[in-house]
């Protein structure tokens, strides 16, 4: 089986969000850049259907050279190799068409992306991709076993779970619950020398387009102090939940 | 030309978002100088959205769309939005309606816009108001395709009643074969969950154990509240992982939130942000959740949380 995860470059989550130029641009100053944890997941159970399965998994981000360190950190968990399709990630649709191309060319098995990346959170790459290939897609994807070419899966709804079964090639959107939170791995010295031997390889990318555009950044109002209410005034406190925010 | 409206239902029964997103089209709708269609699956009683601004329902009955299935569902609302001619469809954002959305884009070549959360800025050029950076921060979007999809943020618009009288009209479109089987939904009935409530109780590591969950559900209990928790909360098996919400979890957007024993970390505020009113109970002065909190109760609890449930079995049977 070959499994392609898909790798979006994110600020670190505990990142002091800023803009730039008018507000127009997200800031990078200071900010560290990681494995959108999302994608961490999906990476994880790619990792256990090739140490289990024998499957291959190579790593795709679409994005400027500013993005490698993130695809090496993936070849330093065990990726067997890793692609950069070299243009800046303008939108999801733009994403999903870099990422279609790379799919049907590398004829891959299974796609696993992150459900949603943690700076936009668009929600959008996995399905779109699915869409552009035809190929089977499971969304909010906690569980997935394969066998041969038959899929079963598990996925998260609101309130509860659905379990369904499909045929590869699949497209799946992966979030927490895919693996234990205790198989989520950091690299090893062993992992960091073998990722740097490991084939990179910068593709160029094809001409898409661009559906959507920032326009610009705005940061919420800055809220107003908390009031604190004792615990031996309860009362105090139904009343202000009642009458002044109103929301019993 | 009409905006077009997927009006999600359950069990014949429209959810209260699909009420949320009629008022939405109805907004850009009046904007664009138009009217509202809406496509409507197995619902009962689709007259009702004619309370909501809606003027004309293309009403699906067909058993083989009882269960939802992504791919179907966004092959259905295609063939509306192309029956109509509609230049702007709004969905919502339940976990379904974010799962069909990008198939529906691809299906209508259409800009996709998630997390909307007002009416357009402009309409020409079209440009949306949305979240991002895991609501630590707004993006004013444009789309610039001809047909555009809005996936509307729960609880961010709010009811907008606009009462019209919606023709019903029948309308079958046609089923394709899909891939993707459901075999089977595992889902908590009457329990309210977290996608639908008003309010949210709760619950992090200061609880100190599952054991200790019986308080957490006795107060939602009264607030007819769905339940929820912390992310280590969800790891350590004490609840669910769907209750976990957060960056990495569940986003909330409810009336009320109410956090007991969890610190605040900026990534489960992250989750959290778009939630109205913020209530917090912690022992610790310090937690930086007061920070983001609206009301606050520095205090055990084991001590606060009985007590307050009192409070409000009390005030309930008050003002029933
Ligand atoms: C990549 C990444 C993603 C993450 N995503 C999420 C996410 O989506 N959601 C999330 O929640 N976390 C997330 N986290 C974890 C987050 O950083 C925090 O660790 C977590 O939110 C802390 O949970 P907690 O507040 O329940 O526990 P703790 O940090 O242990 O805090 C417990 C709190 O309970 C209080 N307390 C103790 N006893 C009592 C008592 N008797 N009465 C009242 N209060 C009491 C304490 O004062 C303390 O403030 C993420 C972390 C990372 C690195």
Redesign the interface.
């Known amino acids: 089986m070959k499994i392609l995860v898909c790798i979006s470059h994110v600020p670190d989550t505990t990142s002091k969000i800023n803009f730039s130029e008018g507000d127009t641009k997200f800031d990078t100053n200071g900010v560290q850049f990681i494995i959108n944890p999302n994608d961490e997941y999906g990476l994880t159970r790619a990792m256990w259907f090739k140490e289990k399965q024998g499957a291959t998994v190579d790593v795709v981000n679409v994005g400027g050279p500013e993005t490698e360190p993130t695809l090496r950190k993936a070849l330093a968990l065990g990726a067997d190799g890793a692609i950069r399709v070299n243009t800046p990630a303008v939108d999801g649709y733009a994403v999903a068409e870099q990422l279609a191309k790379v799919f049907t060319d590398g004829s891959y098995d299974l796609v696993i992306a992150g459900r949603e990346s943690i700076d936009y959170n668009g929600g959008m790459v996995p399905g779109m991709l699915a869409g552009l290939t035809d190929a089977n897609f499971i969304n909010t994807c906690i569980s997935l076993e394969i066998d041969g070419t038959n899929v079963k899966a598990i996925r998260e709804i609101d309130g509860g779970k659905e379990t369904v079964s499909t045929t590869l090639p699949l497209v799946i959107g992966a979030q927490k619950g895919l693996v234990e939170e205790s198989d989520l791995r950091i690299p090893n010295m062993r992992g960091i020398m073998m990722a740097r031997k490991k084939p990179l390889t910068v593709l160029e990318p094809v001409e898409a387009s661009q559906e959507t555009e920032s326009v610009k950044f705005e940061k919420p109002t800055p809220k107003g102090a908390v009031t604190l209410v004792s615990p031996d005034n309860l009362d105090e406190l139904v009343n202000l939940l009642h009458n002044e925010a109103k929301v019993i | 030309m009409s905006v077009l409206v997927y009006t999600e239902s359950e069990q014949g029964k429209y959810k209260k978002v699909a009420f949320e997103v009629a008022s939405y089209a109805r907004a850009v709708a009046d904007q664009l100088g138009t009217t509202v269609t809406a496509i409507s699956i197995n619902a009962e009683d689709p007259s009702v959205l004619g309370t909501y601004g809606v003027t004309k329902v293309l009403h699906v009955k067909d058993a083989k769309l009882d269960t939802f299935n992504?791919?179907t569902y966004a092959d259905v609302i295609k063939q509306a939005a192309e029956q109509e001619a509609s230049k702007v469809v709004v969905v919502s954002s339940?976990?379904?309606s974010?799962?069909?959305?990008?198939?529906l884009?691809?299906?209508l070549k259409?800009?996709?816009?998630?997390?909307v959360v007002a009416a357009p800025t402009s309409v020409s050029p079209f440009?949306v108001?949305r979240?991002?950076?895991?609501?630590?921060?707004?993006?004013?979007?444009?789309?610039?395709?001809d047909v555009k999809l809005v996936g509307l943020s729960k609880n961010s618009v709010g009811l907008k009643e606009n009462a019209t009288t919606a023709e019903v009209t029948d309308f079958s479109p046609s089923i394709p074969e899909n891939?993707?089987?459901?075999?089977?939904?595992?889902?908590?009935t009457n329990?309210v969950?977290?996608?639908?409530a008003?309010?949210v109780v709760s619950g992090g590591r200061g609880l100190k154990g599952p054991e200790n969950w019986g308080m957490i559900e006795e107060l939602a209990d009264v607030?007819d509240a769905a339940t929820a928790c912390s992310?280590p909360v969800s790891?350590l098996g004490w609840r669910p992982?769907?209750e976990?919400v957060g960056?990495?979890?569940k986003p909330v957007a409810a009336?009320?939130y109410i956090a007991i024993g969890i610190s605040g970390a900026?990534?489960h505020l992250?989750g959290i942000?778009a939630s109205?009113?913020k209530?917090?109970i912690n022992t610790d002065p310090e937690a930086p959740f007061?920070?983001?909190?609206?009301?606050?109760?520095?205090?055990?609890a084991f001590?606060?949380v009985p007590?307050?449930t009192e409070?409000?079995k009390a005030?309930k049977a008050q003002n029933a």
Request: overall charge positive.
């Open positions: 992504a791919k339940t976990a379904d974010k799962y069909l959305a990008p198939l884009a691809i299906g259409a800009g996709y816009a998630s997390n440009t108001k979240t991002a950076f895991t609501n630590k921060a707004f993006n004013l979007t444009r789309i610039s395709t891939g993707v089987h459901v075999e089977a939904v595992d889902k908590a329990t969950t977290i996608a639908d008003e309010i607030l992310k790891d992982h769907g976990h960056q990495t979890g009336n009320l900026i990534q992250a942000n109205k009113v209530l917090v007061f920070k983001a909190a609206d009301y606050g109760v520095v205090g055990d001590e606060v007590a307050l409070k409000l005030f």
